[in-house]
Every structure is written in structure tokens, then in C-alpha cells.
């Protein structure tokens, strides 16, 4: 439903659009074709061919009161009249684009013809003098010739100019109702928008509402799954730690001598209860992290030697791998970090990496300053990590789905809380993978720069 509101408003707001611009094109021819209508007022060919009629006998005039030797006219102001006939005739001759005026009329040949007379008797004009009569008579018989045909060409530009006008002003009625129609589209246009968008406004503040449900029902799910998991957690370390003392101690043999029978399977318990106990640790930084109840205690510290720590305390509980350590700067590598926090990161991927790692393989844990950046990394030699689980090998309680997973175990947390304590020292972590050529699993921390140390490869077992 809210899908077809929306095509709906859409379709309505282009119809609106496409109105509008019909409305807009409409109006602004209308606004030419008043123009043009006003321009032969004033230039159009009817006001070109009115104004060289008039100078045409403005002309024949002059030349009448020179010949009667009127004192107010000289030959002076023949030659000034006759300029101005010939700049008329020139403008009547030949419109802005290079074509006549008059078009193929006809009476346009008299445009011509007076063009002809005009050249022709330039050099009489030209060369007349004060009292020379004859020359003037001569001048007045040629031109008033051209009174009765130019006034005939004038009339049928008026015509043809009036015609005009008439389509014009029809042109000017059809874009006016094409525009009152597009205008009453766009009012109809208008309502039907502002109806959808009521409509649609309605069906979001439902949605909206709706979704402002479910999500505090997702609150709740998630408080009451993070406090579940908290209490359950919290109530399994209790009788977890009594357990493992116990069995600790049996397999210690503080408590009496067992034969090698019983003392292999108090060892098996023992490590199963270190694991579990693991994976409860894991699930209370979760949601520690979740409630962001995390603590950080910085200091300055050689992540060599925290890393050297690591190695150390791992390799002597993992009999069939071989964990070496590797020093691959030339010095101590400072950074300032939580002590516990990193060694818990370094941990998790070990581990990580001694899970999916087969036996009598080797794990190698090298660090490096490369720039500005202190770099762990972990390298394992296991069967790689699958593609299609690349994408969320950081998320929690994500797992391989590989019979690798389903014989290591665990709960998926650990590379997820590594993952949170390195971006919480302003570092990255990310990894490397070949099918069947194992995985390094890199993390980088910011440097701070201080003493040199001597490289050192050497094997913790």
C-alpha cells in the first residue's frame, strides 16, 4: 500500500512538473507573439514602407520650393533629403536577415526601380547649385513618378502585415486556452498531490508508530538476552571455580595418589573446566562490551615482552603444536595500552590459531613496527578460512561452518572481542587467508617510539 502512494505522488508531482513547463513554454511564446505584434508598430514592414513613402514626398516637396526659389530651401537641403530617401529605401530593400521586406510581390518592383533612380541621379543631386532650376525639374518629374506605385506597395504590405497579425493573434487565443487548460491541470495537479501526500503522511506516522513498537520490543528482547546471558554467566563461574580447585588439586594429587587411568581423566575434566571457563569469560566481556562497561588501565608498554609473556604461558599447556616467537624490529616495540586487554587479544588468536591448526604444526607470533604502527601478527598453518565466511569472522558468535569448527569448538566470541579492544586503542585488526596454507590474523596499534632492542627467533614449547 505504501508503495502504491508513493508511485502515486511521484506520479502526480511529474504531472504537476510537466504542466508547469507546458505553462511556462505557453506564456513565453504568448509573451513573443506579443512582442512581434508591437515591433510592426513601430519596425515592422508596414512602419519601413510608411516612412520611405513620407520621405518620398518630404523629397518631391524640397525639390518643389528649391524650383519656386523659396528662400527657406537651398540646394543643401536637397542633398540632405535625398540622403535621407536613400537610407529609407535601403532599410525598405533589404530586412536583417538579407531578404526583401515586400518579399516576391508585384509591387515590390518598385523598390527596385527607385534604387536604380536613386544611383542614377545621385551625381544630379550632387552637383546642383543655388537657382539651377532645370536640374530640380528634372529631379521632380523623375521621383514623383514613384508616389502612386510606392503608395500601391504599401497597402499591400499593409495587407499582407494585417494577415499576419490576424494568425498572430489567433496563435495568441490557442496558447491562451492550451495554457488556462495546462493551468487547470496543474490546480487539479496540486489538490491530488497534497491529497496523497496527507494520505501518505497518515499511513507513515501508522508505520512509524509501528516500527517505534517493535523496537522497543527489541529493546527489551536485547536487555533481557544481555542480562540473561550476564546472570547465567555470573551463576555458572561460582561452582565453575569450585570444580576446577577440585579437580586441580585431584589432578595435583594433593588428594591421595590415582592410578594413571583416573589421573588422565581428572585431566581431561581439568582442561574442559579451563574451557568452560574460558568461554564464560568470553561471554561476560561481551556483554561487558555491550553495556559498555569496559575498563582500561594505559600504560606504556613493549609489546615484545608482553607478546614474549603470551607465547610463554600458552606454549606450556599446548603439547602438540610448536608456538614460536618471533622479534622482527630491531628494538623494543612501545605502545600505550591495557596490559591485560592486549595480552587477552594476543590469547584469543593463539588459541584461535592453535585450534584450527593441525598437530606437530607450527604457530608463529611475530611483532614488528612498520611507520608509525606497532603490528602483531599470528600465523597459523591450518586449512585457511572458508570465502563465504570471510565477511563475518569478526561478528559475534560467528563460527566456520567445517568440521574444523565442530571439533574446536568454542563460542565464537573471541575474534569479536579482539576485534573491540584493538578499535578501542585506536588500532585495526584484519586478516589473511589461503585455502589450505593456513591464516594470519594482524593487529595494528599506534607507536610510541623508544629504545632498540636486538632482534631475537627463538621457540617457546
Same mark, same amino acid.
Request: glycine share 6%; net charge negative; proline share 2%.
Given at each position: ?43 515592422? +514592414?508596414?512602419? @519601413?514602407?510608411?516612412? *520611405?513613402?513620407?520621405? /518620398? #514626398?518630404?523629397?518631391?516637396?524640397? $525639390? ?120 487547470? +491541470?496543474?490546480? @487539479?495537479?496540486?489538490? *491530488?498531490?497534497?491529497? /496523497? #501526500?496527507?494520505?501518505?503522511?497518515? $499511513? ?6 509501528e516500527n517505534m513498537v517493535l523496537l522497543k520490543r527489541s ?243
Amino acid at each position: 500500500m505504501n508503495s502504491g502512494f508513493s508511485a502515486l505522488r511521484w506520479l502526480a508531482a511529474l504531472g504537476l512538473m510537466v504542466a508547469l513547463g507546458l505553462s511556462a513554454a505557453g506564456l513565453m511564446t504568448m509573451r513573443s507573439e506579443l512582442g512581434a505584434l508591437s515591433n510592426t508598430k513601430r519596425t515592422g +514592414a508596414i512602419w @519601413i514602407a510608411n516612412q *520611405l513613402e513620407f520621405e /518620398l #514626398f518630404r523629397f518631391t516637396q524640397t $525639390v518643389a520650393l528649391f524650383m519656386a526659389q523659396d528662400p527657406r530651401v537651398d540646394a543643401e537641403d536637397v542633398v540632405f533629403r535625398f540622403d535621407i530617401l536613400w537610407s529609407r529605401h535601403s532599410v525598405a530593400e533589404m530586412a536583417d536577415n538579407g531578404k526583401p521586406v515586400a518579399g516576391d510581390w508585384p509591387e515590390a518592383v518598385v523598390l527596385a526601380d527607385l534604387g536604380e533612380q536613386l544611383r542614377e541621379d545621385d551625381p544630379l543631386v550632387l552637383g546642383l547649385e543655388s537657382g539651377d532650376v532645370e536640374t530640380a525639374r528634372v529631379l521632380l518629374t523623375h521621383f514623383e513618378a514613384f508616389a502612386a506605385p510606392l503608395h500601391d506597395y504599401t497597402l499591400v504590405v499593409k495587407d499582407v502585415q494585417a494577415q499576419e497579425d490576424m494568425d498572430a493573434r489567433q496563435e495568441i487565443w490557442r496558447l491562451s486556452k492550451l495554457t488556462v487548460a495546462f493551468s487547470a +491541470a496543474l490546480g @487539479i495537479g496540486s489538490v *491530488l498531490l497534497a491529497i /496523497l #501526500f496527507f494520505v501518505d503522511s497518515r $499511513v507513515q506516522r501508522q508505520i512509524s508508530k509501528e516500527n517505534m513498537v517493535l523496537l522497543k520490543r527489541s529493546e527489551a528482547a536485547y536487555t533481557a538476552r544481555i542480562e540473561f546471558l550476564s546472570t547465567v554467566s555470573h551463576e555458572l563461574r561460582t561452582p565453575l571455580t569450585s570444580i576446577k580447585g577440585v579437580l586441580g588439586f585431584l589432578k595435583a594429587g594433593v588428594l591421595g595418589d590415582l592410578d594413571s587411568k583416573a589421573h588422565r581423566m581428572i585431566q581431561i575434566a581439568h582442561s574442559n573446566a579451563v574451557r568452560l571457563e574460558k568461554l564464560i569469560d568470553d561471554i561476560l566481556d561481551s556483554v561487558k562490551a555491550e553495556r559498555g562497561e569496559w575498563t582500561f588501565d594505559f600504560e606504556q608498554l613493549d609489546l615484545v615482552k608482553v607478546a614474549e609473556g603470551v607465547v610463554t604461558a600458552n606454549a606450556s599447556v599446548r603439547i602438540d603444536r610448536t608456538i614460536r616467537f618471533r622479534n622482527a624490529a630491531s628494538g623494543p616495540v612501545m605502545v600505550f595500552a591495557d596490559r591485560g586487554r592486549i595480552e587477552q587479544v594476543l590469547s584469543n588468536l593463539i588459541s584461535n590459531a592453535v585450534k584450527f591448526s593441525e598437530s606437530d604444526t607450527e604457530v608463529v607470533v611475530t611483532v614488528r613496527s612498520e611507520g608509525e604502527h606497532a603490528v602483531a601478527s599470528v600465523k597459523d598453518s591450518g586449512a585457511g578460512i572458508p570465502e563465504a565466511f570471510r565477511g563475518r569472522i569478526f561478528e559475534k558468535f560467528a563460527q566456520a561452518d567445517s568440521s574444523d569448527k565442530r571439533r574446536a569448538g568454542g563460542t565464537g566470541l573471541g575474534l569479536n572481542i579482539a576485534k573491540r579492544i584493538v578499535e578501542s586503542h585506536n588500532g585495526k585488526i584484519y586478516f589473511e587467508s589461503e585455502p589450505g596454507k593456513g591464516s594470519i590474523f594482524t593487529f595494528e596499534l599506534p607507536l610510541l617510539k623508544d629504545a632498540v632492542r636486538e632482534k631475537q627467533d627463538h621457540v617457546l614449547v
